[in-house]
């Protein structure tokens, strides 16, 4: 259950968010696709530093973590507290002191809902609270090695052994822990190739990981499979699933519900249809940026993390 793992990554994580952040902001991203460094990662180590974590109980013993991270899924009871999603390394005091705010139980469970740092980069410290880390098996092949994300500029390298998970699934999983069942299942290629969705039964509450960010852009890493038509692709199958009556946690942003997974398909499938046919007539990326094809929705959508030209090139890539 504990390892010995070294914190020699986390370390250099804190030293280059401290060296190179302060050039950049993760809160206003205009330049960040514009040019060719290495600033969001890094960025992002530097807001999660700060940032505030806060509870909000959802339905029956299920709570969620709001961060600069990835949306933290927590359940609690007699069997210890299972996570779903670990956040950003730095926010790990933040994580722990909001943790520590539901109740004193261990943390005995986690699952990542896909490989990115800002989902799994408390792998390490939650492993040595208790944790077995449990993913989708392209979770651990992304950890277990250095990743480059093209998108982002920035080459991860292999995780410390703790941060790595013990127990992969190929296509589902099912686990019981505090009168709960939690239904795990992989998508088809996504945001990336390790993307998982989380159903807590019982309470009906369902862990989209990254195939859904409510009313903002979403990343989409061409780099371990993902693909504007497979987004699309996993908003659909996510409809197939959520009904009118359950609580859906987004990889990012508020917590909402099958009305905001329809608006979310709608915005993309309209993004990416207007994109394709402004490519097809023969329309340089800059063009297409130019030709605004996202106007109506950029002032809400484009503000977190992808600014509207940045998630137009990350269509345009797949169109
Ligand atoms: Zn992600």
Known sequence: MVTTASPEISRRQFLVAGGLAATTAWFAPTVLFAQSDDVLVPGAFKAAATAAVTVQALRRNVSVLLGAGGNIAVLTGPDGKVLVDAEIVTARPHVSAALASINADPIRQLINTHWHFDHTGGNEWL???GASILAQENTREHLSKNTRVEGWKHTFPAGPAG????????????L?????????????????DSDISVHFTEADIFHTGDTFWN???PFIDYSTGGSIDGTIRAAEANLAKVTDKM???PGHGAVGGRADLILFRDVLVDIRDKVAALKKQGQSLDEVVAAKPSARYDAEWGNLFMTPAAFIALVYQGV
């Open 163 to 174: 941060a790595i998970p013990s127990i992969v699934f190929k296509e589902e999983h099912t």
């Open 247 to 249: 609580i859906v946690i």
């Open 215 to 217: 009313r903002d852009y």
């Open 176 to 192: 019981h822990a505090n009168g709960t069942t939690l239904t795990l299942k992989h998508y088809l290629p996504a945001h990336t």
């Open 127 to 129: 492993h040595e609270a």
